[in-house]
């Protein structure tokens, strides 16, 4: 199957937020997701942009307006990350129904380590529980 480029996808349907993520990011996000549903019955929204330049913006669009929430996941440092696009131009998009701030998880702004263990420290995969808490609960 061909998929055109800047056309993301709904990796995992949902209500009540959204994450826009690409690579790594979403298997990471549609656990985390699956982990909410199952523990508190949050149904968050997992949008796989598969592509950067283009990216889909409608599809993040309209489903930022749906849920009111948007969460940003990315593997790089948040500080000059793609995740500041996505949420300027979602802001520019959809403010009008956000219930709560765009929210930006990258990893932290230091250089990545190569060594596995402090990898993981540096990776935003191990905040993002408690990141999806946070904003569900404003």
Do not use: C, N
């Not at 149904?43 to 913006?57: G, M």
């Not at 500041?84 to 520019?92: K, M, N, P, Q, R």
């Not at 250089?111 to 990776?123: D, H, I, Y």
């Amino acid at each position: 199957m061909t998929v055109p480029i800047g056309a993301g996808r709904i990796a995992r349907p949902g209500r009540d937020a959204t994450v826009a993520t690409w690579s790594a990011g979403v298997p990471w996000a549609v656990a985390a997701a699956e982990e909410l549903a199952a523990q508190e019955g949050a149904d968050v929204e997992v949008i796989d942009l598969r592509s950067l330049l283009p990216w889909d913006t409608d599809l993040v669009a309209d489903s930022v307006r749906r849920t009111g929430r948007l969460l940003v996941l990315h593997e790089a440092p948040v500080t000059g990350g793609f995740g500041a696009e996505v949420a300027a131009t979602v802001a520019d998009l959809a403010f009008d129904r956000l219930d709560a701030p765009v929210r930006r998880l990258g990893a932290l702004d230091t250089p990545v380590p190569f060594a596995k263990a402090l990898e993981e420290l540096a990776s935003p995969r191990g905040r993002l529980i408690t990141t999806l808490r946070d904003l569900l609960a404003y």
